[in-house]
């Protein structure tokens, strides 16, 4: 098939999206015929140029449009939006729906009940109203939508009920693994630093309650994170509960070889989400063999149960609380847990994954 790829990523390091996307155009190559462009005029990264069907928009003209793209792409298969809220793939689509050109969508989360509600009611007003001009009918004529994992379709079919499926995001499993752990516990976060979404008021409050144990257990938690989003406030947070000789903000993201050593440096991976896609932080962490402490919002609560890979709850502080005391009595169970985490994510490698994509996609293009 021909498949046309359009994204619109960014120069941020740390942004999950920006290693997803070509790890995922890149594996979809062995089964396709793929041309992947990227919106973004003034956005580029290294690593994008190790994917051959890699092009930025400006290689035709700055706008995207059937006629400007060469054959046979100008007549796709099929074309995969990646991401949410663009109003570029609106353009597009609009298009393509002329043309019967089918198209699906990959929101990442971002039609899920949580994310919808996520900001103020102002925000929430602007949402329903561009929801209402642009991005409903952008969803109805879609071919399909692929959600990430289970959770995320149950959450965003409560307002959309339309034809999707289901393939998560994947991952190259590293040669390089966690081995040896710590006497204490070293936890790592690494994520935008957005304390609603990813439930870090939370994970203080928690983290704060239990202080005296986790002093007494030699517990510390590194948070990396962009400085962006709530970085500052982030900061207060951490003074305010007293929890700063514990718990460091160190004001910046990390990506490639220094967010490997930061994962192999540390002994537990920490996402409290309310919500997520599905977070490529969290299955990179796994297949590195880091035991992982997370909420379900983070959309991988059965399966790390399933695997016992690491501990769960419920993005309340009774729940979180209540994993932390879990956590401080298996410490002797950190290799066996670290061992379930590299099984796991086994299953999330990007190469079956695009076998799989491929197959689905012939299915639904086969019945239009």
């Known amino acids: 098939m021909n498949l046309l790829y359009i994204s619109n990523l960014s120069n941020n390091i740390d942004a999950g999206l920006?290693?997803?996307?070509?790890?995922?155009?890149?594996?979809?190559?062995?089964?396709d015929n793929v041309l992947w462009v990227d919106l973004t005029k003034d956005a580029f990264q290294e690593h994008w140029k190790q994917v051959s069907a890699y092009h930025n928009i400006k290689e035709f003209g700055g706008r995207i449009a059937l006629n400007v793209l060469p054959i046979p792409f100008n007549r796709p298969d099929c074309v995969i939006f990646e991401g949410?809220?663009?109003?570029?793939?609106?353009?597009?689509?609009?298009?393509?729906?002329?043309?019967n050109i089918p198209y699906i969508i990959i929101p990442r989360g971002s039609l899920t009940e949580t994310a919808f509600m996520n900001g103020g009611l102002l925000k929430r007003l602007k949402k329903c109203v561009a929801h209402w001009l642009l991005f409903d009918r952008f969803i109805y004529k879609a071919t399909a939508v692929q959600y990430l994992t289970k959770e995320e379709q149950i959450q965003s079919e409560k307002k959309y009920h339309i034809k999707s499926f289901i393939i998560p995001n994947g991952v190259v499993i590293p040669e390089n693994n966690k081995e040896m752990f710590s006497d204490g516990i070293k936890g790592v976060f690494i994520g935008r630093q957005d304390i609603f979404q990813k439930g870090l008021d939370i994970l203080f409050d928690a983290i704060s309650d239990l202080s005296a144990d986790l002093r007494k257990a030699n517990f510390n938690l590194d948070i990396y994170g962009p400085p962006r989003y709530d970085v500052e406030k982030v900061s207060e947070l951490i003074r305010t509960k007293s929890i700063g000789d514990i718990v460091v903000n160190h004001k910046r993201g990390v990506g490639g070889v220094e967010k490997?050593?930061?994962?192999?440096?540390?002994?537990?991976f920490f996402l409290?989400?309310?919500?997520?896609?599905h977070p490529m932080g969290l299955i990179e962490a796994l297949s590195y063999g880091l035991p992982v402490f997370i909420t379900r919002g983070s959309n991988m609560l059965e399966e790390v149960d399933e695997y016992d890979a690491g501990w769960t709850c419920e993005i309340e502080k009774e729940s979180v609380v209540s994993a932390f005391r879990r956590m401080l009595q298996e410490k002797h169970r950190f290799t066996e847990k670290s061992s379930n985490a590299r099984l796991l994510a086994s299953n999330y490698g990007w190469n079956m994954l695009a076998a799989t994509?491929?197959?689905?996609?012939?299915?639904?293009?086969?019945?239009?």
């Open 84 to 99: 949410f809220y663009y109003v570029e793939h609106i353009v597009f689509a609009r298009e393509l729906y002329k043309n």
């Open 357 to 368: 994509f491929h197959k689905e996609l012939k299915t639904l293009i086969n019945k239009l």
């Open 272 to 277: 409290t989400s309310r919500f997520e896609g």
């Open 260 to 268: 490997q050593q930061a994962l192999l440096n540390a002994d537990v």
């Open 18 to 31: 920006n290693w997803s996307v070509p790890a995922s155009v890149k594996a979809q190559q062995q089964y």
